[in-house]
């Protein structure tokens, strides 16, 4: 397995056997985030019942299977678009993904751990609704909003946490997840 998957896989777990079921793979295009980092909007977004601040990442758009949780983020059950204009946040197993800057194919970090503190968290756009903007050097683009420091089981992460993320270092709220 390579470290790309061994990642998501290891995500996935955290997110507890209970959700396996809600996993699925969909077709088509998407917005691959795992190598972006997200500025917050000062807004804030509900995932259930609990309050989360709200971030935005500008991430690439690719097409084919992707994996995703359809009762996760704020999917609706199915793979769907989730409107006109728009893709859902989704993973795939990538060695090179278009990252900002320009917007080039470069090879993703390789996964790597850091521990997130009171300044700089983790923010997950795993599954979440994004809206398709003007493209950079022809690499379509897509706004994706979710939460920081919500792990993918829907629980806060605290200051102090391990997690994993593929964004480079010195990413701001790095899209990512806890370590189990």
């Known amino acids: 397995m390579n470290r790309f998957l061994t990642a998501f896989v290891f995500i996935i777990c955290s997110a507890g056997a209970a959700l396996a079921g809600s996993y699925k ?16 909007t ?8 609990t309050s989360f601040p ?26 769907a678009p989730p409107g006109k204009g728009q893709v859902w946040s989704l993973y795939q197993v990538r060695e090179k993904i278009p990252q900002a800057p320009d917007w080039k194919r470069n090879t993703a970090a390789p996964v790597r751990t850091f521990t997130t503190s009171a300044d700089n968290g983790i923010s997950n756009m795993f599954s979440f609704a994004c809206t398709r903007v003007k493209p950079v050097n022809g690499v379509p683009l897509a706004h994706c909003y979710g939460p920081i420091n919500e ?3 829907g629980k806060f992460v605290p200051p102090g946490t391990d997690v994993i993320t593929q964004a480079p270092v010195g990413a701001t709220y790095p899209i990512g997840g806890p370590i189990p």
Do not use: R, W
Not at 25 to 40: E, H, M, N, R, V
Not at 68 to 76: E, F, I, L, S
């Open 25 to 40: 793979i969909c077709k088509g295009d998407f917005a691959l985030c795992a190598a972006s980092s997200s500025t917050p």
């Open 54 to 79: 709200e971030a935005m990442a500008v991430c690439p758009i690719l097409h084919g299977p992707a994996i995703a949780d359809v009762n996760g983020g704020n999917m609706k059950g199915d793979c």
């Open 151 to 153: 792990s993918p089981s």
């Open 42 to 49: 000062g807004k804030q977004i509900t995932i259930g019942t």
